[in-house]
């Protein structure tokens, strides 16, 4: 029996739907494997059958999108989010460290026609999820592996390791070591294979936080580059500053800022 | 029709694919009262969120607005900064820069042409319906798709939030062997292109042509992708720069994205824009295909839009072989400049059309403040105007489920990412007769 899937978003740029729909001829060969029931940037619409699988995309920051989360989460056996958006409050979770109204009224003039809650949540902030794809976007390479594993009725394995690892087994030479770029490689997940540093660039983790990640010692390492107290908080205030261990070092520089202008 | 016949269509929920969006059309005999496109994407206050950040950081946080031309945002940005730094970029740079954006024109027609568009001919709720009657034709659309994904993957890495441009050219050149890899894709895909605009051009177009403004970019010599002037259909020409002087946002209750006007009024920017106005700069090879074919621009028909995307495609591929052939660039991968603070702008050409950045940064190169003008808010109040004529002409005398299938298509000429949403339409129509 073909799994029976729906791919739902919430708050979302639709970059990690794309995986599934930019796949080319794999897309084919994928279809014979699930059945779409939701999907409706491919076109189906059918948001309360139950199925085996429902993907979610984006994150929670309406009334609406909770509502609608609800209703997923009663209507399939799994719930997998899909990349950043839904398993930790991604890039726009930025906000959570601000004060929602000011800034509505500063990209709004009319503030009071947009509905929005204070707070960019992910899925398991609000309904059981049973397993988290991080990335952003998602790889084609981690849905198969989903799909796949879910076919033969197991959940995946979840790998955690750190991106330095993916770039040590593709024999790149490290960034941070030969060229002082502050590279997040060493508290991210992989998943990408080590992209930016095959680019020659750090890693700026939109894969989120690595298992263990021991980010007390790589901001540390960062200053040592030069990197300034407010410099630091960005790197790890970008596209999973929701996480625990980000808000962590975000909160520690944040108060070295604040003493130092005291 | 009977007299003072009453349509009160509310659609609650045109679903969220790249914008949420509702539609109400209420009417009363065969005179509309009200007809909004609603659009409620949820806000996630991009503007405001790259205040405070690095210059460096914005290309990669902006790309997140959206995943179908995230490269249009990270281009825009750094084309604005390079302007404030004075950056020359060397010839090869250039040209890659423009290479990449002919792959993310052609995955986004495509994904448009054969996922969003493609379902409306053969009358089927969604493309993934037609892997078994029309597999062929599928499969076509995903080898052009796939040459676009190759060109991305080639200078960023992937396709959806790519990471190989900076401030200052790429983080690194392509190697030999993925050039040549993207040289045999492109090739095979100008073939597919080809058999693609002549499918188009082969399918019948209801006409619903109809007076509207097109504006566009337009470059000294070529078609319009990354730099240029703006121009209008109602003769206008002026500098990026002027943009806000002429073009001005304003908020409706029944929106979160912001209406734009230029001077008062609605305006079309995309594929056909960009045909009816620089039709004249596609090589002539092009443009006798096109001819030879049956095709004619300008048109003022947005159901030709279709065509336009096709047109795009078989463009975009050449533009990229003719830069492909000049063989796998060497030298510097990026240039150094100096950061100033100053207030800078640009505009280029996103799949969707026109997109504006407009950026003041500090010292160091913090944004201070910015403002993001994407297409699909341009072309929000002319999908209102065009749906009111429209609708008219089709006539209210139609059924329901005929009106839902009109509006939808309507829509869908304009933008891939409402225009899937369309597909769900869920109409509910109160009728007192
Ligand atoms: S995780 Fe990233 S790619 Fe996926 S929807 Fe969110 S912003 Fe887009
Ligand atoms: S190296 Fe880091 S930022 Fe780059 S793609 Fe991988 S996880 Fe994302």
């Avoid at chain 1, 998943?191 to 790589?218: H, I, K, T």
């Avoid at chain 2, 969604?126 to 040459?147: C, N, P, V």
């Avoid at chain 2, 209801?206 to 970019?217: E, I, M, Q, R, T």
Wanted: aromatic share 8%.
């Amino acid at each position: 029996m073909a799994l029976t899937v729906a791919v739902h978003k919430l708050t979302s740029c639709s970059g990690c739907q794309l995986a599934f729909l930019n796949q080319g001829p794999a897309l084919l060969s994928l279809m014979e494997k699930v059945t779409f029931v939701h999907f409706i940037e491919a076109g189906l619409y059918d948001p309360n059958t139950p199925v085996d699988l429902a993907l979610v995309e984006g994150s929670v920051t309406t009334k609406d999108d909770l509502e609608r989360l609800k209703q997923v989460r009663a209507h399939c056996r799994y719930l997998v989010t899909m990349g950043a958006c839904a398993t930790s409050g991604g890039v726009q979770a930025l906000r959570n460290m601000a004060n929602v109204d000011v800034w509505k009224r500063a990209v709004y003039a009319r503030p009071d026609f947009i509905d929005t809650l204070a707070d960019s949540t992910p899925v398991a902030e609000h309904v059981k999820v049973d397993f988290e794809l991080w990335g952003c976007p998602v790889t084609q390479a981690q849905l198969d592996q989903l799909i796949l594993q879910l076919s033969r009725g197991v959940l995946p394995k979840d790998d955690a390791e750190k991106v330095c690892m993916a770039c040590k087994r593709a024999q790149q030479v490290c960034v941070m070591v030969t060229r002082q770029e502050p590279c997040m490689g060493p508290v991210v997940r992989t998943g990408c294979g080590a992209l930016c540093p095959s680019f020659g660039r750090g890693c700026y983790g939109c894969f989120g936080p690595s298992e263990q990640p021991n980010g007390d010692s790589l901001a540390n390492r960062f200053a040592g580059l030069g990197l300034q107290p407010e410099e630091i908080v960005q790197r790890f205030a970008g596209i999973h500053s929701h996480t625990p261990s980000h808000q962590a070092q975000i909160k520690r520089w944040q108060q070295l800022i604040v003493k130092e202008i005291e | 029709m009977s007299e003072g016949r009453k349509i009160n269509l509310k659609v609650p929920f045109i679903t969220r694919v790249e914008g949420e969006g509702a539609l109400a059309l209420s009417a009363k005999g065969d005179r509309i009262d009200t007809l909004h496109l609603k659009i409620f994407e949820p806000p996630r206050l991009f503007e405001r969120f790259l205040q405070g950040k690095s210059y460096v950081e914005v290309p990669d946080l902006s790309a997140r607005i959206c995943g179908i031309c995230p490269m249009a945002y990270q281009l825009t940005s750094i084309l604005a900064f390079e302007r404030l730094f004075e950056v020359e970029l060397p010839a090869h740079l250039v040209r890659l820069r423009k290479l990449m954006n002919l792959g993310e024109w052609l995955q986004s027609h495509s994904l448009h042409i054969h996922f969003l568009a493609m379902p409306d001919v053969f009358g089927v709720d969604s493309a993934l319906q037609l892997a078994d009657s029309h597999g062929d034709l599928l499969k076509r659309g995903m080898q052009i798709q796939e040459a676009g994904n190759t060109l991305m993957r080639l200078l960023g890495g992937r396709s959806v939030h790519p990471v190989g441009l900076q401030v200052g050219g790429f983080s690194r050149l392509p190697t030999q062997n993925a050039w040549d890899n993207a040289c045999v894709q492109v090739d095979a895909a100008i073939i597919a292109a080809d058999q693609l605009l002549q499918w188009c051009a082969e399918q019948s177009v209801p006409d619903f042509s109809h007076d509207f403004v097109a504006v566009s970019l337009q470059g000294l010599e070529d078609y319009p992708i990354n730099g240029g002037d703006i121009i209008t259909s109602s003769g206008l020409s002026m500098p990026v720069d002027e943009y806000p002087q002429r073009f001005k946002e304003h908020q409706v209750s029944h929106s979160t994205a912001f209406y734009s006007l230029l001077d008062g009024k609605d305006y079309l920017v995309g594929p056909l824009a960009r045909i009816n106005l620089n039709y004249h700069r596609l090589p002539a090879s092009v443009r006798q295909r096109a001819e030879q074919l049956g095709l004619h621009f300008p048109s003022q028909n947005m159901f030709d839009s279709l065509r336009a995307r096709a047109l795009e495609c078989v463009w975009a591929l050449n533009a990229a072989r003719d830069i492909l052939k000049e063989g796998c660039p060497e030298g510097p991968a990026n240039v150094d400049y100096q950061v100033r603070a100053g207030t800078c702008c640009f505009a280029t050409e996103a799949p969707r059309g026109l997109i504006y950045h407009h950026y003041t940064l500090e010292d160091d190169g913090t944004v201070a403040n910015c403002t993001i003008i994407p297409p699909t808010s341009q072309n929000q109040a002319r999908i209102e105007q065009d749906l009111k004529q429209a609708v008219m002409a089709f006539g209210l005398d139609k059924s329901d489920l005929e009106l839902k299938h009109f509006c939808e298509q309507v829509i869908r000429n304009y933008d891939p990412c409402i225009s899937c949403s369309t597909h769900f339409l869920d109409f509910r129509i109160k009728r007192d007769n």
